[in-house]
């Protein structure tokens, strides 16, 4: 089971999420990808991701988290012992987005987007001090990353599956080139069954 976690104002209509569900249902795994639309509330995006992950074993289940995802990916890890790939991921997540409360709208869509300036401390509740068992964590960085400083990435994931790319961008334009990667540390072939017959 795959459990990808969106960014800050985004939704499961993100190029690595379609990328991804696209990819899922291909291997014939639709139902073994999950890709919620989160609340601005970090408190209540955390809690209504962790009861869906309750229904499965622990063990089955990597989350994916991009950019603010991979802040509630690595704190969901961390509580419940499962594996995560971070990819940008917002490590300073209450810094980052202090300046952001207020109103504006997601990125895919016209709707409305709240984040009040209690978000700011439901954020800082989330915030992992240091990793523990980095095997468990699977990072991809952007030198290029225009929002956030992939340094403080490398540090945070000191010891984990480090995949660095030099320039890209934020939304990590190349994703499909690492895809598979991504699959195969969740546990996942990234090859339909068309494609490996045209290979064999």
Known sequence: MIVYLHGFKSSPQSFKASLLAEKMAALGLKDQYYCPQ???SPKEAIAMVSTWIARWNLNDVTIVGSSLGGFYATWLAEKLGCRAVVLNP????PVDLASYVGVSTQYHSDAPYEFKREYV????ALEVDKITRPERYYLIAATGDEVLDWRNMV????????IIIEGSDHGISEFAAYADGVLAFCGVSGQSDNEKETLA
């Open 90 to 93: 917002a490590v300073k997540a």
């Open 38 to 40: 989160l609340p601005a």
């Open 121 to 124: 401390d439901e954020l800082r």
């Open 155 to 162: 540090a945070h994931y000191e010891g984990a599956t480090q």
